[in-house]
């Protein structure tokens, strides 16, 4: 979806509804909040930007600074100085001990010694609004860092844990909703992308379910509902499960350019239906995995992967590195070009052991336009192959004791 759609739509439920809640919205890489209030004015928190404000004529933003001495003076005197920006509306002035800065609380260009630049950096900032007559509340909108990610557990017996870690800025008691997507908007684009839509209006509609249907429904969000948001970096349990089943398989992928002369480790990758049957069946956010090996009976995190969007219905796949017993190597034997059809005939050998006194299954796979298998011949300690192929796609499986031969003909269309 479309971010500038998206945070409009913010705007527009903003700008219709009255509520009396503080709002969060936390993306993956900032973090929104939304601030009613009756006053006016309004004390910014610290590390916090404003970004709009509805329900008001008009507004402003005004700087308390801490006591210091300074002098007024005129921005023409200094146009043909050499300057440096320290911050916005800061500069120091070169080869001096002066800092010139804009002073909004008397509306005046100011300097002072550079010993008091950090007074200046660190004052406050407050809203002040004039609102209409026929509006008590205003909502303002603010902006700073913060992310959040998903964090899963798997056990060896099917435990699945999904967690969320979020780091922000920590507001007190507000309805928190994570937002599976980067806002990635500068303040300019923003402001000027909503300040039309921030109207208000007499339609009064329950703030939450115009959030869902414009918001959650166009995105995957995790709504956490009202939270007290007391430090900046916070941990949620969200869900536990109990999958039923779960295959790790080898898997070796190749292409129409592969020719491996030496045995190389396949990759490890665990597979698991998302679905309610097979015990899980819940939206997957990108995420880290931790796998759970058992030592005397004892669960311990060995692994560390990942988890990518995966909706329900789908194939989760965790890669688990390299495999210690399963080796392949894809020997080309030939690679012809027949002119009469139009095409290429490749001829591979596949030769895969298994060192390990367990059964491995093994999955073997390659993506083409126009690839096909023409012809293949298995040899060795197989059983339960499984063939998906079909044209563009070589999509095969099976069950390794030990060592097993494939010579595989691949027909690929040239044009």
Known sequence: MNKKILISMIFVVLGIITFTQTYTFLFRDAQLYYVPTDQTTFQVPSGFEVLWVSGANTWRLEKNYQQFSFKIVSLEDYKNKPIQQIDENIFKIDGTNDILFYNSQINHWCITNEKNKDKITAATVKVVLEKPKNSKTSIIALKT???WKTVYEMKKDG?????VEIEGKAVGTTNLYLVNEYLNLSTRDYVGNTKALALGSDRATDFQSVVEEAILTQT???NLGSIKFVSDTMNF??????VLSYEDRNVITFNLYTNLQDFTKTR?????ENTTYNGLGIDLPYGEVWIYEQYNDKNFPTKKSNIFDTPVGDMVKIDLGESWDVQYKIEKLSDVEVKTSDSRMIDFLITIKNFSDKIRVVQISATSPNIEIDQMTMDGGYRGLKDYSQTGKIDMSFEITDEVKIRMTVKTTLN
């Open 268 to 272: 490890l990758v665990r597979y698991i």
């Open 237 to 242: 349990s969200i869900s536990e499960n109990r």
């Open 145 to 147: 860092s913060g992310t």
């Open 159 to 163: 435990t699945f844990k999904k967690n």
């Open 220 to 222: 995957y969000t995790i």
